[in-house]
Nanobody, 127 residues
Framework: QVQLVVSGGGLVQAGGSLRLSCAASGRTFSSYVMGWFRQAPGKERDFVAAIRWSAGSTAYADSVKGRFTISIDNAKNTVYLQMNSLKPEDTAVYYC????????????????????WGQGTQVTVSS
């Protein structure tokens, strides 16, 4: 059974940084894509970033490009989301997700394409 355990949220001032972690277990993830999503109050759960575990290829939402970086530590089976230059509009609950995905397929960017989800972590950016 796939388990995703998220940590690292918190309160930060605008312009600051946070790093979220997603510890994955229960499978060999070499054929998986890992994603980060976020959900603000009253809004849909939106795509933030994705990474292919084996190849390291990445994709980002336009709103976070140049500010957020997704990465993997294979030794720790952990996916990270480094968030820099945070803005109040980045405030949301952040979720980690995983799904198996053939290499020939594009990186998934919608929540319905992901099979496994971790618990959310609150990120609050004050102005």
């Amino acid at each position: 059974q796939v388990q995703l355990v998220v940590s690292g949220g918190g309160l930060v001032q605008a312009g600051g940084s946070l790093r979220l972690s997603c510890a994955a277990s229960g499978r060999t993830f070499s054929s998986y894509v890992m994603g980060w999503f976020r959900q603000a109050p009253g809004k849909e759960r939106d795509f933030v970033a994705a990474i292919r575990w084996s190849a390291g290829s990445t994709a980002y939402a336009d709103s976070v490009k140049g500010r957020f970086t997704i990465s993997i530590d294979n030794a720790k089976n952990t996916v990270y989301l480094q968030m820099n230059s945070l803005k109040p509009e980045d405030t949301a609950v952040y979720y980690c997700a995983a799904t198996p995905r053939p290499v020939s397929f594009l990186l998934p960017m919608t929540k319905k394409e992901y099979n496994y989800w971790g618990q959310g972590t609150q990120v609050t950016v004050s102005s």
